[in-house]
């Protein structure tokens, strides 16, 4: 299978396919290096190696802050 590269957002109304077994990735961060959620579009997922107390997961941006995907908490709060 082909792979292309995409500068900008994607928008797919049938999934999307990561690899041979169906998983996507999304990019990882640290605490430290993520984007400023304000700066990306609400709803952008990215996964945090060590975000609250240390402890990795899923985070998605609301337009301020990365909220974390397993619950309402803030991951990382604006500055």
Do not use: E, N, Q
Request: proline share 6%.
């Amino acid at each position: 299978m082909a792979s292309t590269t995409f500068s900008g957002p994607v928008t797919s109304t049938a999934g999307f396919v990561g690899d041979v077994t169906g998983a996507v990735t999304v990019p990882t961060y640290t605490v430290a290096t993520a984007p400023d959620a304000s700066t990306v579009t609400a709803g952008t997922t990215i996964y945090v190696s060590d975000g609250v107390a240390g402890s990795p997961g899923l985070a998605f941006s609301d337009g301020t802050d990365w909220k974390r995907a397993d619950t309402p908490a803030t991951t990382i709060a604006a500055a």
